[in-house]
């Protein structure tokens, strides 16, 4: 495969910074390309002020000393992936809390000859990633350092938390065993002593936290995976795994199942165009969720209790919807009688 020009510069530039000696074969040998294009790439090194020294004794080409890239031994394309991953995830709109990612890619970038360093930047300014909506967790900074800092030294911590599934604030003390980015927040993975047992909270929802002088042991057999089982996305329910098979239309079909959505899916498309999309999850609440975001698109066929619920949550849905164009059009004067309140009988 032919290289774009700037990525074979910073391969051909790795390979000599290797501290080994090589001929304009070899070079190219390596680079994949003609001895033409190696001379020509040899020239634009020296024209970008690479020390480049040849021997020719023995006809070989070397670094005088100096090293561009740090001594990692990055290959180009490692390199170009670094910074195209530190300069999006830490820019102008980073993942919470990586913003220190983008002055990593620009002291990666100083390592490099001014020329080669331009050609990356444009090459860099011409990839770009675009994240789902996400908490900023514009006032989370020290909390998400303070768990940082409490899973190194294995120290518990008081925490006091907003929860939503319990609607109120609630105290308990945490050993933290996992920080984990999903979707749109900072999750922490923990035991929680009021619930005895392993629970996530999320960054943006601990209101104070303080350090303790207790210590704690993450569990030897612990692992994310085995926590979070088969759940659709963070919360595992209690009981059996449940099998789910949803039909999406013809007009979704297609977009369904180019997405890896769950490590356990199963997808087949029909005769018709549609698509027959089965999963194991631990728990319905999650991707019933999910199910009414594609609206008339998608039946659930199994479970019996997932197709009641969406149906549940679909009824109440048009329930609200119709109400508010009740009121609506009543306000407007817009009811037929027939759907008008009726008046009371004068009785006196």
Known sequence: MKLPRVTRLLQLLGILQGGKTYNVTGLAQACGVSRRTIFRDLDVLREAGVPLVFNEELGHYYLNGRNFLPPTNFTAEEALALMVLCHELGGTSPLPFLAPARSAALKLESCLP???????RELVGS???????KNPLTDSGSVYRQLLDAIGKRQELRIEYQSFAEREHITTRLSPYRLLFSRRSWYCIGRSSLHRGTRTFNVGRITTLTPLATSYQIPSGFSLERYLGNAWHLIPEPGPD??????????VAGNVAEVSWHKSQRQTFLPDGSLEFRVTVSGIQEIAWWVLGYGDQAEVLEPLELRELVQQRARRMCERYHASAVV???????L?????????????
Do not use: M, Y
Request: aromatic share 2%; net charge positive; proline share 9%.
């Open 242 to 251: 449940r099998d789910v098979v949803i039909r999406f239309d013809p007009l």
């Open 127 to 133: 990839v770009e990633i675009r994240l789902e909506p």
């Open 336 to 348: 037929e009688p027939s759907v008008r309140r009726p008046r009371k009988r004068d009785t006196g």
């Open 114 to 120: 001014h020329v080669l360093r331009e050609h990356v």
């Open 328 to 334: 609506t059009a009543a306000a407007d004067g817009q």
